[in-house]
């Protein structure tokens, strides 16, 4: 079974900074796509960033030139670095996975219980 847990949200100041975590646990040999979306209230949750193994990265529009995802293939691990938030950014955060290499077979589309970031003065 493979589990995602994030890590690294919080309360900050608009125009500061915050890096998410997310490492992927289980008996895996390789992920292909690992993302991260967004979900505030009330709205539908949305692509913020995503990141292929070969480190082919997409990014929302609304984040471009302020927010880097990144990742470790060897520890399974993906990143979200984000620079000059604005409260607009205010939102659960949630960490994706998609066609995972496992011991039983290929696993799509695994999710992260979300993190909290919260952007207020």
Do not use: H
């Not at 608009?14 to 289980?26: D, E």
């Not at 009330?42 to 990265?57: F, S, Y």
């Amino acid at each position: 079974q493979v589990q995602l847990v994030e890590s690294g949200g919080g309360l900050v100041q608009p125009g500061g900074s915050l890096r998410l975590s997310c490492a992927a646990s289980g008996t895996i040999f390789s992920i292909n796509v690992m993302g991260w979306y967004r979900q505030a209230p009330g709205k539908q949750r949305e692509l913020v960033a995503t990141i292929t193994r070969g480190g082919i990265t997409n990014y929302a529009d609304s984040v471009k030139g302020r927010f880097t995802i990144s990742r470790d293939n060897a520890k399974n691990t993906v990143f979200l670095q984000m620079n000059s938030l604005n409260p607009e950014d205010t939102a659960t955060y949630y960490c994706n996975a998609d066609r995972i290499r496992t011991l039983i077979g290929t696993v799509s589309d695994v999710w992260g219980q979300g993190t909290q970031v919260t952007v207020s003065s």
